[in-house]
């Protein structure tokens, strides 16, 4: 793999940047009381499903531009960079569901929708517990003539509320299965969560005998093909907001004074700061490979979006602590942009699962690797 990014790549990206910049306000989230009421979101999603980004990976059969992951990660870290408050993710992880689990018929109707910015999806994978990685036993399906109804509860689901149609993974007689519901279906209560995270919307949905579509293609293997690539999502975000809180921690230390000297130029904090660059830079590395891996489609794609996520969580964790600290006492503080981050990072950390957990599955592929190498 070439790691250099090609013209086109960092075009994309700062093209991103710059309308991230100028269009997304944090100032609202700045507030004792943001994190009692949600804040109203100001058409920042709309302005983004005008420029297309939901269809960025959709297969160009599907009305999507069929670009890259990699192409995906310089927009969705510009997300990340500036905290964005938008339903991309949720639209991305139900389209992915659609895509390797729907029939075609399904997949020609739903992700044209999708990617003409016309279609806001959300995924619901998580049982009230926050378990992303066992049977489901949050929600189950249930024949009803010659559909389908689901109820149960499913928790820590990202954007639904923005959602016109959620896809519900849930039990059906013991195994994985993947269905579709409209999001404003009799029978579908949505309630949202206090998640630390305030730029995101995050809810817990009951259902009970909600009329349900079935994506009939979904097989063992569904889950992780799809999460594989939410964590490379969350991955591109973690690592690009660890690059900007860096950015905002070494311009700070340019400017504060103690004992008559800018902060920087003392070691402590020269060496503090030198290390989260460090690991920024592995951080990226990992994201980009992991990207270039799932497009290519190559044996290492599992584990090398494992390998981003877990380590780019980490880090991004890292970075926000070092820049709280190095602002010092005003870091933590309400008015300041900073913990915003570091609550993302937290929020990064644990949405599919710990770092721990991603190391246990990367074990778990090299033990698979190894028994059939024997």
Known sequence: MNFTLSEEHIALRDNARAFLSKEVRLDPYLKPEANEQPVARDGLWDEIRKLGWTGIVIPEAYGGLGLTYIDLVMIVGETGRTLAPSALFGTLAGAWAVERCGSEEQKQSLLPQVAAGELSLALAVADPNGDVNG?????????????????GEKSFVVEAADADKIVVMVDVEGTPGFFIVDAKAQGLAMERLDWRDITRHVSRISFKDVPAERLPQADGDSWSWIRDRLYLILAAESAAGAEQV???????????????????????????????????ECATAGVQYA?????????????????????ASEQYRAATACNIQVFG??????????????????????????????????????????????
Do not use: C
Not at 261 to 279: F, M, N, W
Not at 291 to 308: C, N, P, Q, R
Not at 339 to 355: F, Q, S, V
């Open 246 to 280: 860096l950015d905002d921690a070494v311009a700070y230390a340019k400017e504060r004074i103690a004992f008559g000297r800018p902060i920087g130029s003392y070691q402590s904090i020269k060496h503090d700061l030198a290390e989260v660059a460090g690991g920024n």
């Open 329 to 374: 006492a005003i870091g933590f503080t309400w008015e300041m942009r900073n913990h915003l981050y570091y609550k993302r990072a937290r929020a990064n950390a644990e949405l599919l699962g710990t770092p721990r957990d991603q190391r246990e599955q990367i074990m778990r592929i090299l033990e698979s690797e190894h028994k059939h190498a024997a």
């Open 135 to 151: 049977l489901s036993h949050g929600a189950t399906a249930s024949k009803a003539g010659d559909g389908w109804t689901i109820s």
């Open 291 to 311: 990207a270039w891996a799932l497009s290519e489609g190559t044996a290492d794609a599992s584990k090398a979006a494992a390998i981003a996520q877990s380590y």
